[in-house]
């Protein structure tokens, strides 16, 4: 049975989508059992109907808990048997309850080289600083922000100050490195 991939988005979700479609395409050798939705509305989820697939989404206001609602998370995730999580926007810090029980199985990918320029604010504050080398980083996940080892790392110059323009270049690096970034980890689980 091929391996099977959750995506965790937010937002607009074209990281999801390059990985569903590099697992249609037989590009990665897996099927993304389910995409994991934290805002009802997203784009995202439009993104996920128009490829086939199956979305959970969820609002966090609607549970007592992180743990309760990453408790129902994981119940999807066992039924889907899902051998790795990968966060792709999702806005959310993952708690212990989905950590433990997806150990060592949860990635991310951030818009920076880390540890520098951690957070939500990533490519803004990056630009504020004057940075000339920018970067993204595919790291596992811990209970620190932006915090685990990190994986991949791909770097691109750029001396300008608009950080529209480092979200576009740094996107096209994003769907490539997430997608051989998946393949390298799916060879060694
Ligand atoms: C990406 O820039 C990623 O690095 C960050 O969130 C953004 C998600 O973009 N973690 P998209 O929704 O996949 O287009």
Known sequence: MKKQLAVFASGTGTNFVAIAKACAAGVIDADVAVMVCDKPGAAVIDRARELGVEAFVFSPREYPSKAAFEAEIVKVLDAKKVDLVCLAGYMRIVGDTLLTAYDGKIINIHPSLLPSF??????????????????????????????????????????????AEVHRLGQVIEHQLYVETINKILCEL
């Open 118 to 163: 951690k957070g939500a604010h990533a490519v803004e504050d990056a630009v504020a600083y004057g940075v000339k080398v920018y970067g993204i980083t595919i790291h596992w996940v811990n209970a620190e922000l932006d915090g685990g080892k990190i994986i991949a790392q791909r770097a691109f110059p750029y001396e300008g100050s608009d950080p």
